[in-house]
């Protein structure tokens, strides 16, 4: 007997399974297509590395926990989220920054951590950092936020973001770590515009003009809206120059007709993809508390 004969053969001995039979107890039915989202560019990039891994492991369905000694699990593993110890801290790498948030509360209770976290839209400078997080000031080494590696960008291959939390720690945390936004989400926390990496990088604002700032803006193809500062002694925001000192003011959100070019730039801040906020006044404004000796 050759090899094609024999191989013949042991197929003719392999049981296999009616189609419906097979339909059914995977749960597939017909005429119900999937979902569809239209994805975020820089989400379609992470579905692409996501899924030419998985050409590696296709067998393997659904999130997966290992178990160490005693039964506690020493580590999880979801298409949104991998969390294992290394070095003495829990290591969680976001896989999908999109997930929904209880995809993550899954995940941290199956290692037992108590972490609720969130993932929120943030300013490109942003991204990474934990944009809130309680309970309040946190002792160093306590828990963290950031990139991995430390400057990638969210949608290169091998890029995560990760959130660290020691090992043994006990107690509950909730925290907010920045995530890149979506089209026309507002960020929930932003740099100022002319930070590395934000809209208007290296644009001086210190003494200029809505409209001289306009022409920086209009360059880059950016959009504007207007926010209007005022000093107000009874305000609890404080707004410290270390050039000038502190300021007590309040802010309102004003209409572009009614801004006009010769007013001042106080600040600018990102406020969505391609947008940024130009916080104007209509002249300079006294700080609250002097620096000594100005």
Known sequence: MNETELLEKMRSQIALRDPDELAAAIGWRPGEPAKTRRPHRWRRLVAGVVVTAGLAA????????????????????????????????????????????????????????NVDLQLVPVSPSFVGDLVRARPGPRPAGTFEGGLEPSGCKIGEAGCHLVFRVPVGFEGDVRAQLGRPAEPGEVYLAAATATMPGEALEGVRLEDRTVGEVLDEVHKRDLQVVYEQVKSDPDSPTYFIDGRKGTFRVRYEPIAADAVRSDWLVWRAVPHSEGVVKLVVTPQPLKPDAPLPGS
């Open 58 to 113: 296709a067998a393997v369905v659904g999130p997966s926990v290992v178990a160490g000694i005693g039964g506690s699990a020493t580590s999880y593993a979801s298409s949104a989220i991998d969390i294992r110890q290394e070095n003495g801290q829990w290591v969680a790498r976001i896989k999908d920054p999109l997930a929904e948030h209880a995809e993550y509360a899954k995940a941290f209770r199956a290692v037992e951590l």
